[in-house]
Each structure stands twice: as C-alpha cells, then as structure tokens.
C-alpha cells in the first residue's frame, strides 16, 4: 500500500502489526498508534512545535543518569504514575491505600532496631513514627519489613544531599504484636526536582512544583501485597495541588502529642514528642516476601 494521508495512515500503521509474536505487544502496539495519531490530528502540531517535542524528550532522556530519571518525573507529573498505581492496587476496602513510590527511595537501607533515632537534629523537631502491621483479616503481622524514608525540615533527602550518609531512612521489623516505631523528623513540603525539562514543562503549564509533606513507607510481609504509601501532614500546604497527585484522603494524618512514657506501641517516650501513628493494613498477595 502506499500513498498514505490524514485519514488512512492509521489503519495502515495498524495493518503493519499482524505479524507481531506477541498478542500483547500487538495489541498495546495498535493501541499506542491509534491515540498517538488521534491526538496529533487533535492539536494539528505545526513543524516547529514537532521538533521542539522532540527536543523536549531528547533533552528528559539526557537527564536521566544513575540518580535522575526524568522519565519517571514525568510519567509522575502528568498522572500517568497515580493512574498506573490505582489499575495496579485495586485493594480489598480495608487495605491501606497506596501512593507513588517517588525518586528517593533507597533500596536496603540499614535495618535498625525499633526505637532508633533515624535523623539528626539538625533535620527537624524530633517526630515519633510508630504503628502497626495488619492483615484484612485483622491478624497482627511480626516480623514485617517496613522500610520509612522523610525529606528534612528544610524539604531534603539525605540523598539530595553532597556526600551525605543515609539519614532520615531505615528499615525497621515489626515485633511479635506486629507493632513498630523509629524516630525521625518533622518533614516540610517541598519541590520535585525541577532544574530539568519536567521543571520547565510545569513552568510552560503554569504549575507549581511542590509536594505537600510527607513521609514514605514501604510494607512488606510474607504472603501479602507489599505496600508502597505516605502519610500526609494534616497541615501542610499543597494537600490539594500535590504536583504528582499523590494524595488520598486516607493517607492524611494530624500529628499528635506523645506524652512520657510508654505508648500502645511500646514506644519509650521521655520528653513531649509530635507523633505520626498509624496502623497499616496489607492487602493479601503473594508479591510481598519480606527481603
Ligand atoms: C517523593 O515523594 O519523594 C516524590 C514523588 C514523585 C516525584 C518526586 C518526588
Ligand atoms: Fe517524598
């Protein structure tokens, strides 16, 4: 076939696929041409404004190195990282909601022992972490992972930070009543990376970069589905502009005040300390042995 235009290019990109081994790719494949050229009919892109998309995604894979994947920034800042999430979890109602897993999630951190301080002072007022670990049915889980990762008061991740060690981060196991806790700090919000062409992207849209703030969690417990979430600062700006859409109403917490003493968790409290408490539940699966 030859002689293509507006109207018969796409089913002869289409036609092109039939031999495609797999159905899979056939299919997501045909899927892709269809919108891609639905929607270059729809904005009828001039020349140059082509070529400046193409730019643009040349200049996102440059950016990407061994700490930066801009691709991912993307995907997060267009929705695309939320909506593949939410297709991907559809949970039981009772299972903790999950979130974007974000650029700064460090893989193995140190493992400590319930109760350890995991950011200096000078990151923050110290900020109780402590909660549990559930399945649906209710039945605690020991000896589930849960790995906790909180930029600092001034909005930065250890690893944002020029030779800095790992802080703000740890890996920490539940006890024997499914009950853990750490000491971190009080996170402020803060912007997404934004001195590339994602930043330049929400610049040209008129948005804004930042996140409400935060801390993250990753759950893991043997026979469950791992949970990667946050839990949002019931004060903190940005609740409803979060830049990657990242909030639910459900992942949003008030700090509370941990008196001295013992908390329900065990935690050992000596002086008047913020707490972030929460219990999380896991949905049952079998994606989620505890590394
Ligand atoms: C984060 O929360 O760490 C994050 C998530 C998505 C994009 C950038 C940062
Ligand atoms: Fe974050």
């Not at 849960?146 to 008061?153: E, S, T």
């Not at 992942?251 to 001295?260: D, F, Q, R, S, V």
Request: with cysteine.
């Amino acid at each position: 076939m030859r002689n293509f235009d507006e109207k018969n290019i796409t089913d002869a990109v289409i036609a092109r696929l039939a031999d495609s081994p797999s159905p899979r790719v056939q299919q997501i494949s045909a899927s892709l041409v269809r919108h891609l050229h639905d929607f270059v009919r729809e904005i009828e892109p001039t020349q140059a404004e082509w070529e400046q998309a193409i730019d643009f995604l040349t200049r996102t894979g440059q950016m990407c190195s061994s700490t930066r994947q801009e691709f991912i920034l993307l995907s997060d800042a267009l929705g695309v990282s939320m909506l593949v999430d939410a297709i991907n979890h559809r949970l039981p109602g009772t299972a903790t909601e999950t979130t974007v897993l974000g650029p700064f999630y460090v893989q193995h951190a140190p493992e400590v022992a319930r109760g350890t301080r995991i950011a200096g002072p000078g990151e923050g007022p110290a900020l109780l972490i402590e909660g549990s670990v559930r399945s649906v049915d209710g039945q605690p889980l020991a000896d589930a992972s849960v790995d906790i990762w909180h930029a600092d008061d001034a909005g930065f991740y250890d690893v944002q930070k020029d030779g800095a060690k790992l802080s703000g981060r740890a890996r920490v196991r539940t006890d024997a009543d499914g009950n853990f806790w750490v000491i971190g700090a009080v996170p402020a919000a803060y912007p997404i990376p934004n001195d590339g062409p994602v930043g330049q992207m929400l610049d040209a849209q008129g948005r804004h970069p930042f996140r409400p703030a935060h801390v993250h969690f990753m759950v893991a417990a043997p026979g469950h589905e791992t949970l990667v979430t946050h839990l949002f600062l019931a004060v903190s700006d940005y609740l409803d502009s979060d830049v990657v859409f990242g909030v639910k109403d459900s992942l949003i917490e008030m700090l509370g005040t941990a008196a001295p003493g013992t908390t329900p968790y065990g935690a050992v409290v000596e002086t008047p300390m913020p707490v972030l408490r929460r219990d999380f539940v896991l949905g049952r699966g079998l994606s989620g042995a505890a590394a």
